[in-house]
């Protein structure tokens, strides 16, 4: 696949360096004031908004994609993206959820490219990343209990959710994810999704039928906690 040209000053591997660790350390900057400061050339300020925004870029992605490389190569490559537009980003909205719209549409661009479902791939992404699972999990029940039968239930049914969501179409699983896992309102999956908010109503409403849908079976038939 063809990559976006790295533009000076932003480049892949920023992600966690040194120097935005550094420069956040004391008081907390606003986004609107880091972003007028990126936009007058101080790529520490820049460099701060992708160290608070870097893993909630990735979690978006992962949700869309449900591969970890691929995720990465999206957040990374929307922050490239933010970088060379931040000159025109005029503040009508939330910095965040300008960056969301751009993640979203890379990765949903990316899995219109595969040609192909994204849930075929999530058995290998499990496996391979099981520390993933405990962010998904944000979308079930916080606790079940300590006991190892309540333990391995949780995990198969964290697992069935997943799956669940891997059957989803891109924009109701986009949609669904900025809702449950990230808490954006109604009005600001508007601005994301650059749709009416009957829209993003009814997309919701047919995500989480869908989504119920695709449980239904496992649910009645298969989960004892007891």
Known sequence: AT?????????????????VRWYTVGVV?????????????????????VQRY?????????????????ALDVAQDAFIKVFKHLDGFQGSSAFYT??????A?????????RGRAAESSFDDAVRQNEDLVGEEANLLPSRLGLNPH??????????QMNRAL?????????????????????E?????????????????????????????GYLHGSLELD
């Open 166 to 186: 891997g059957t989803l179409s891109p924009v109701h699983r986009t949609v669904l994810l900025l809702r449950e896992q990230e808490g954006l309102s109604y």
């Open 29 to 49: 900057t606003s986004d609107a004031e880091l972003v007028r400061r990126a936009q007058s050339g101080d790529r520490r300020a820049f460099e701060t908004l």
């Open 188 to 216: 600001e999956l508007a601005q994301v999704m650059q749709c009416s908010k009957g829209t993003i109503m009814s997309r919701l409403h047919h995500a989480r039928k869908n989504l119920q849908a695709a449980l239904e």
């Open 105 to 113: 549409n890379l990765a949903i661009d990316q899995l219109r490219r």
């Open 3 to 19: 990559r976006m040209r790295v533009p000076s000053g932003a480049r892949r591997g920023m992600l966690e360096s040194p120097l």
């Open 150 to 159: 309540r333990e391995m239930a949780r995990r198969e049914l964290v697992e």
């Open 54 to 70: 870097q893993h909630k870029a990735f979690a978006v992605a992962f949700g869309i994609l449900r591969r970890e490389d691929d």
């Open 98 to 103: 300008w960056l969301y719209r751009i993640v």
